[in-house]
């Protein structure tokens, strides 16, 4: 029983199954981890990416709201006019004062009177066209795009003066403003606020719902640098967090969003618990953390009331300050790795059992041969060779197919050893022999062939054609025996001619050639018997089928060289006989020894010999069978 494990099946297959199983095992492993963290590293770029386009949202749509302000911080028209026109405004929280009396009436006196000599028309009509000149230029300021909702510029007192949706002069209380004072500290730089509800703004809006703004301000001087009043921008707040709103409303992973500033205030979504989101605020992009990838960082995060794995993205705004956070649970946003894993084990579990399977099968084939090859070897006998003779050995190889092999080799031995020295004297003499055939260069079948067909015209009184036949055989016989080695072409297709007149004599109608040749190439000089043989060979295989048979014999001159094709309508060369005569060629081109050739398949491998002779490496010789049946011989050479 423990013997079936010594075979060689079962040693090949166990060793090609194991090393099948480490290597794709391995291989299977490193695929699994390498995907895995390039899944989660594409994850957490692809999250860590939003964060930075959301951010870049924000920081866009604020840097506008600061461009407008910086517009009108720099613009000494708005400056001017809004002076001018907030200084012929009359005082409303002081009615009566005696130096806005005085104040008009020396516009009064520097403009003098106008239609009807009214006193108060000149002022008025100052007051309109200031306010026309100051609408017009923070319309500019803002720009043709109106990147900004609203705009509003107040000086220190109570006069305000809006443009974009809301228009015109009011009036107002500093001390209800929050960010007042704030931005009277801020003596360079800006204040964003905080997201307010916004009744004004909300009327312009076909929504119900109110409308939340973010408001930027800063200060603007004169041109001594002293303090003129507050410029305040205002936009939506749906649309500086559209970005947001959108990725919010719309992703696979559930994520949340989250800004808020360096106080630990929320600024998105609205009404954000600050103490269910405290363990977040806590965290600055100015922390180090584990992972960073551009601007921004990514950490796992442990989320302090679910205790969940979440990955977080980071992001801060140096123009707002502001803080983004992505929040993802780690194993949504790794569940396509999770899947993937999954999915690679079961594959490979599929594809290691095929491939054992496949061991299983290489190893079977490998050793069956080996058995037949060991039955053959144990059923040959001699008659002359006695049983007794032989001792059964055993190789000691462990292998009971190889041990088998070794007992039969050992019976084989004494056998081969007394029919070596007769063996080898026979092939001496069959080598020999052919080597005188080779000299002779002279086929008998084609001569026996012919004289037979005479016989038969003969005893059929077919004396026209005996003669025709006797006299192109003669003719035939007499180029062959010439001593000359090179011929013109023109020769050689006189004689070829010959031989397929004889045969024609012989088969009839069952028989049709054809020869084109270019005239031009009728004086070539070229090896006798190169053009004869080949139709001999093409009439020798294409008569092993059904006649009719045709011979096609074409030449012509192509870029300096001349080639010549005999193709029949045979059954073609096999694979085999192709395969053979190539190695042959091979050999010869490698070792420049004429082999030792058969008597009845020299004549292709004797022509290349002779081509290549004559012509060298420009030497053409092709052989192949023909798409439309039958095969094809080209030689040529060198004009």
């Known amino acids: 029983m423990l013997t079936k494990f010594k075979t060689i099946q079962a040693v090949l297959f166990s060793t090609y199954s194991l090393i099948i199983f480490i290597v794709f095992t391995v291989l299977v492993v490193w695929l699994c981890l390498w995907s895995s963290d390039l899944l989660k590293q594409n994850a957490t770029d692809s999250l860590a990416s939003m964060g930075r386009s959301m951010q870049e949202h924000i920081d866009s749509e604020i840097q506008k709201m600061n461009d407008v302000s910086l517009n009108v911080m720099y613009s000494n028209l708005v400056k001017n006019h809004f002076k001018r026109y907030t200084s012929e405004l009359p005082d409303q929280t002081q009615t009566g004062d005696d130096s806005d009396s005085e104040s008009n009436k020396q516009n009064i006196g520097l403009s003098g009177s106008i239609g009807n000599g009214s006193v108060q028309s000149v002022p008025e009509a100052h007051s309109v066209e200031n306010a026309k000149a100051l609408a017009e230029i923070l319309t500019a300021a803002i720009g043709p795009s109106r990147p900004v909702e609203q705009l509003y510029l107040y000086d220190f007192k109570n006069k305000m003066y809006g443009n974009g949706f809301d ?25 964003i606020s905080l997201p307010v509800p916004d009744e004004e703004m909300s009327r312009y809006i076909s929504s119900s719902d109110m409308q939340y703004s973010v408001s930027l301000f800063r200060q603007f001087y004169d041109n001594y640098n002293d303090p003129t009043g507050i410029v305040e921008v205002k936009q939506y707040y749906n649309r500086i967090f559209s970005s947001m709103l959108a990725f919010t409303g719309d992703n696979p992973y559930g994520a949340q969003v989250l800004v808020y500033n360096d106080n630990g205030d929320m600024i998105y979504p609205l009404q954000a618990d600050k103490q269910h989101y405290a363990a977040y605020a806590s965290l600055t992009a100015g922390q180090s953390l584990p992972q960073t990838q551009g601007k921004g960082s990514y950490l796992s995060f442990v989320n302090p009331n679910t205790r969940a794995k979440e990955l977080l993205s980071l992001h801060r705004s140096e123009l707002t300050g502001w803080n983004t956070l992505i929040i993802v649970s780690e194993s949504k946003l790794l569940a396509p790795v999770f899947a993937f894993a999954k999915q690679t084990v079961l594959v490979a579990f599929f594809i290691l059992l095929f491939a054992i399977m496949l061991s299983y099968a290489a190893s079977k084939r490998i050793t069956y041969p080996i058995l037949k090859i060991h039955r053959s070897i144990r059923s040959m006998r001699l008659e002359d060779l006695g049983t007794g003779r032989v001792a059964a050995q055993t190789l000691g190889s462990g292998l009971n197919e190889l041990d088998q092999l070794h007992v039969s080799f050992v019976r084989m031995s004494s056998r081969l050893k007394e029919s070596m020295d007769d063996l080898l004297l026979s092939q001496s003499q069959e080598m020999q022999a052919k080597l005188v055939a080779l000299q002779s260069q002279m086929n008998p079948h084609f001569l026996y062939n012919t004289l037979a067909t005479i016989h038969a015209m003969a005893e059929e009184n077919m004396n026209e054609q005996i003669v025709a036949m ?57 090896p006798k018997l190169v053009v004869q043989p080949l139709v001999e060979n093409a009439l020798k295989f294409g008569t092993q089928h059904e006649p009719p048979w045709h011979i096609h014999l074409s030449g012509k001159i192509e870029g300096g060289e001349w080639r010549l094709e005999v193709a029949d309508n045979g059954p073609g060369f096999s694979e085999e006989s192709l395969a053979h005569l190539f190695a042959r060629i091979r050999e010869v081109d490698a070792t420049h020894v004429v082999p030792v050739l058969k008597l009845g398949g020299m004549g292709l491998l004797n022509i290349y010999i002779r081509m290549k002779l004559t012509y060298g490496d420009a030497a053409v010789f092709q052989i192949h069978n023909r798409p439309e049946g039958g095969a094809a011989i080209m030689i040529g050479g060198k004009l």
């Open 167 to 191: 228009n015109g002069e009011r009036t107002y209380d500093p001390a209800s403003k929050p960010w007042f004072k704030a931005v009277l500290a801020m003596q360079n730089g800006k204040i």
């Open 470 to 526: 006797t006299e192109n055989m003669s003719d035939f016989l007499r180029y062959f025996s010439t001593d000359a080695a090179i011929v013109s072409l023109q020769d050689e297709l006189l004689h070829t001619g010959k031989f397929l007149d004889i045969n024609q004599i012989r088969f009839g109608q069952k028989l049709h050639y054809e020869m084109e040749v270019d005239e031009r190439m009728l004086e070539l000089r070229i």
